[in-house]
């Protein structure tokens, strides 16, 4: 969180970071990713490293002395070459060194310096050369030509590579056992190059997201009858037409059209895929009606609705998606009409209501969902008496309550909840006594109080939850006695406590024991130069911020230089 302690509403989701897991933002230049990322070899407590560790960490340390690995076996030099990657050792002059050395997967994504010249060496591996990541690289079209001397090539991933084009991929297309191609962010691709894909015969999942000029190209897709995942995600270009080509692909499992144009029209044209699972519409202007052709997909489990038009009109066709487990409604108009329509969901894991206007008695339609493992109910107008229709959710393990009216004594009605692992009760009125109703929730993982009324009082129910990995205490009324009550929360990785201005370097000494931080908040408070010794011993801090204190940038950059080498991310710089 940051420093203002505040939180942006109505706020467009992040693409990049849609459930299911896609692949993480490459970018070429100012990437955190390698500064001070130097691996050693890491053990854990009194485990002695292995010989062949110990040999690999030897050879990176005298890199220099070695013209060539192509003698060693390949799982040798492929480690070799994996380590000098992930230690941002590999250069022009080291990168020689794995000519011809018969290397499977060559993973340079996000690695800086990476270049048509770099390509010839990548190529040299030959028909062992199974996998190649160069996204946000400065390769060009040219140096994929050399790819064609890799005929067994499955993967390849040119994310945010600007300077490939349409010829460029006239140079893989030759490449049929491709099954998995991304192009993320490729302004240079058109319709007209994406004649290129029609070959590859082979392709299971491809990946085209944010690229803005392949309106038309998708006719291109209409023999790859193997193509079980497409995501065409934040393609604002792509309409209703785009939606005709895929019809036929009936083995498509994951279809990703979110930002598009795509209307309940071009729905229609997805109703004959069966085996679909996954379908990503959000921001789409579509309505309920969309739901009728989607209605005899019987195998959708996943289907994200945010930012739709969706309205109380129409919701009666939730009633033919009985098999979905994740259902997305954010940011929607439906009210508590709709909810009566998913009772019938019983298979359900995850349901997002986020800002819709729903309230208490919509909740009762929910406590039948026995299998729901996380609730989204941010800025709805859900309160304290509603919160009584979810005490028989006995699998629920992540609650979000930001920004709704649930105060002190719905908070008690939570005790019952077992299973909850992270909680987020970012509301101005709980309070300590709210917080004490909370001491049977040992589980809990992670718990949010941005902006609730914590006091030194209250925080003497943390020392209940031992296995809390993240903490914001945002906002409130602690002070250094307070904190006392954290100190022996070994397992915590992120603590935010920012906007709590009694706090002082003692606090900064107090958890200086919580090795396991990785990203610290103490913005907002009277903590000073003098207490940046305390930081010390936080080995694993990557991430710190002291906006509004009384520090300054060279006594924070001394302090990453000489005790914290893993620091990157440093407010204020």
């Not at 420093?3 to 970018?27: M, P």
């Not at 209307?263 to 921001?283: F, H, P, V």
């Not at 994200?304 to 009109?313: G, K, T, V």
């Not at 907002?524 to 991430?543: D, E, T």
Request: aromatic share 4%; net charge neutral.
């Amino acid at each position: 969180m940051g420093g203002a302690c505040s939180r942006k509403r109505d706020q467009q989701v992040n693409e990049e970071s849609v459930q299911r897991g896609f692949s993480s933002r490459f970018c070429k230049s100012g990437s955190s990713k390698w500064l001070g990322s130097s691996v050693h070899i890491q053990q854990e407590r009194g485990k002695c490293p292995s010989l062949m560790e110990l040999c690999i960490h030897k050879i990176r340390e005298g890199i220099s002395n070695y013209s060539s690995f192509s003698m060693l076996p390949r799982d040798l030099s492929q480690q070799i070459f994996n380590e000098l990657v992930h230690s941002h050792c590999l250069t022009d002059t080291s990168l020689e060194a794995f000519r011809d050395c018969a290397l499977q997967d060559i993973h340079l994504g996000d690695y800086p310096e990476v270049k048509d010249s770099w390509m010839d060496i990548i190529s040299s591996q030959g028909p062992s050369l199974l996998s190649v990541d160069i996204s946000g690289s400065d390769v060009t079209d040219s140096g994929l030509i050399v790819l064609k001397d890799c005929p067994n090539l499955q993967t390849l991933n040119f994310n945010y590579c600007d300077q490939i084009s349409d010829w460029g991929l006239e140079h893989i297309c030759g490449l049929s056992n491709l099954t998995s191609l991304s192009l993320k962010k490729n302004n240079a691709i058109t319709a007209e190059g994406m004649n290129a894909f029609a070959r590859l015969v082979n392709l299971v999942n491809l990946d085209l997201e944010r690229c803005s000029r392949i309106h038309g190209g998708l006719i291109h897709l209409k023999g790859l009858t193997k193509l079980e995942s497409l995501n065409v995600r934040c393609c604002n270009c792509i309409t209703d037409a785009d939606m005709e080509p895929l019809s036929g692909l009936t083995n498509l499992r994951e279809l990703q059209i979110s930002c598009s144009k795509v209307t309940n029209s071009g729905i229609g044209y997805l109703k004959g895929l069966r085996k679909l699972l996954l379908l990503n519409l959000e921001g789409c202007p579509v309505t309920a009606a969309c739901l009728d052709p989607l209605s005899g997909l019987v195998a959708l489990s996943y289907l994200n609705l945010n930012r739709c038009r969706l309205s109380d009109d129409g919701c009666e066709k939730f009633a033919g998606l009985e098999n979905l487990k994740v259902l997305n409604l954010g940011f929607t108009d439906i009210k508590d009409a709709c909810l009566v329509r998913l009772k019938g969901l019983t298979n359900l894991e995850s349901l997002n209501l986020d800002s819709c206007k729903i309230g208490d008695e919509g909740l009762a339609n929910l406590a039948g969902l026995r299998r729901l493992k996380s609730l989204e109910l941010s800025d709805t107008e859900v309160g304290s008496s509603g919160l009584r229709h979810l005490c028989g959710l006995g699998n629920l393990e992540t609650l979000n309550l930001s920004f709704t009216l649930v105060s002190d004594s719905g908070v008690r009605k939570l005790s019952g909840l077992t299973s909850l692992k992270s909680l987020n009760l970012d509301a101005r009125q709980i309070t300590d006594t709210g917080l004490a109703a909370l001491t049977s929730l040992t589980g809990l993982t992670h718990l949010d109080l941005f902006g609730a009324r914590v006091t030194d009082f209250g925080t003497d129910c943390f020392r209940y939850f031992k296995n809390l990995r993240s903490l914001e205490v945002c906002g409130g009324g602690i002070t250094d006695a307070g904190v006392k009550n954290i100190k022996d929360l070994v397992s915590l990785t992120l603590l935010n406590l920012s906007q709590n201005g009694s706090l002082t370097d003692k606090t900064l000494e107090t958890i200086s024991g919580l090795t396991a931080l990785v990203s610290l908040n103490v913005s907002n408070s009277r903590v000073s130069n003098a207490g940046l010794q305390y930081l010390k011993p936080l080995k694993n801090l990557k991430s710190l911020s002291l906006e509004s204190c009384k520090v300054t940038a060279s006594e924070i950059r001394k302090l990453q230089l000489t005790a914290l080498p893993n620091l990157v991310n440093i407010r204020p710089e």
